[in-house]
Structure formats: C-alpha cells, structure tokens
C-alpha cells in the first residue's frame, strides 16, 4: 500500500462545476497537510495548506483535513478553465514531505 | 528573481552516457531536495539536503549522485544513464517544517527533463 493514495483520475467538468479532489493515507505521523498545482511544464505550486485537522478556505479553494480518516479534501467552487491543471496532495511530518499521485483536472468552457 | 533555478530544462542524451543538472535557490532555505516525476505526474523523492549534508537518501540507483557545494547549490550527477531514467527531474527548497511556525513549504524548479534515447 502506497503512503498516500489519490486517483490520478483525469477529470473532466464543465466550467461552474463544483470540483472535488481527495487523498488517503496511512503514515498518521503527518502533520501538515497541502496542495499543490501543476500547469502543463511547470513545476507545482503550493495552492493551500492545512496544519492538524479542520478546514481551511481561500476564495474558491476549501481544504479539509480528517485525521481520524486519515482523508484529505480540496474542494473548488465555480470551476474555471485556467483551472486546468494536475493537482497533487501533499503531506508531511518533519523532515519527509509525500505526494499523492495527482489529478489531472480539466475545465471546459 | 527566479527562486529555485534549474538547468539544463531539457536534457536528451544516449544510453550509457553521463549527465548533470544544477540546481540553485535564492530563498535562504536550509534544505533542497531531489524529486523524479515520471510520465504518469507521480512525484518520488530521491534525496534531501539539509545544510549541505544528506538527510533523505531514497533507494535510487547508485549511478545518481548528489552533491551539494553550499546550502544554496544542490546538483545532481547520472551516470551510465538508462532508458528508465527519462523523466522530469524537479529540484526544490524549502525551510523544515516548524522552524518558525513555518510548513516546510517546497518551491520548486521548472524541472529538467530528460530523454535517454
């Protein structure tokens, strides 16, 4: 079983949708909770992060993290083309950062 | 300022021949890491420096070499290069989480990829 667990999809929605992404995991010695972005030949970017259990909004973005599930949530309102990209989850203790394999997600106009 | 810089951003080369990429950040980070990402975005960590010294040493062949002259420079040697390497290697830096209250964020690189025909 890998640390952590995310279909890699892809996603396709139109835009305006409501998106939801989510990884599991395994290692409960995580602490911080992120995700990432990936455009097409660039490197990720960190989208939002989450320390310990609980939620966190920012505009359209809201991450939710249950500890006791070990699942981790981001959740995106009204979806939009420049949306479009590979969306990793991320997670780490002090020194070991794990990603999720990522989703691909496409907005359609 | 480009905060973690990376080159060459595209590598092609034969099998059995040797490569390096460097890797420079700007941020003041502590740490600076090596990840592979292969054709299907899975992104796996290879090594980890924290203060020019190794902390994470994943099982990756012994033909990568890391070397990192300061706390700013982390490069990445291949020797004997394989079919198999072909992938999007992404450098990237950040603080260790805690320090400061911070998250031990990655910045990452544009990333190199590379093509071993």
């Known amino acids: 079983q890998k640390e952590v667990e995310q279909d890699p999809g892809p996603l396709s929605v139109p835009e305006g949708a409501i998106v939801s992404l989510n990884c599991t995991y395994s290692n409960s010695a995580f602490q911080y909770f992120m995700w990432y972005r990936q455009y097409s030949r660039k490197g990720p970017e960190l989208l939002m992060y989450?320390?310990?259990?609980g939620n966190k909004e920012d505009g359209r973005f809201t991450a939710q993290v249950d500890k006791s599930s070990k699942y981790i949530s981001l959740f995106i309102r009204d979806s939009q083309p420049s949306d479009s990209a590979t969306y990793l989850c991320a997670m780490r203790d002090n020194n070991d950062m794990r990603f999720g394999a990522g989703t691909r997600l496409t907005v359609k106009p | 300022d480009t905060a973690v810089s990376q080159t060459p951003k595209y590598l092609v080369t034969q099998m059995g021949n040797d490569k390096s990429i460097k890797c420079e950040q700007n941020?003041?980070?502590?740490?600076m890491y090596w990840y592979k990402q292969d054709s299907k975005k899975f992104l796996k960590i290879m090594f980890s420096?924290?203060?020019?010294?190794?902390?994470i040493n994943e099982t990756v062949p012994n033909r990568f070499s890391p070397k990192s002259p300061d706390k700013a420079h982390l490069n990445l040697h291949i020797n004997s290069l394989e079919l198999g390497d072909s992938a999007v290697y992404f450098c990237?830096?950040?603080?260790?989480?805690?320090?400061?209250?911070?998250?031990?964020?990655?910045?990452f690189g544009e990333g190199s990829r590379l093509t071993v025909l």
């Open positions: 941020l003041g980070h502590d740490t």
């Open positions: 420096y924290n203060n020019k010294e190794l902390i």
């Open positions: 990237a830096s950040s603080h260790l989480a805690g320090l400061a209250g911070g998250t031990g964020e990655l910045f």
């Open positions: 989450t320390y310990s259990s």
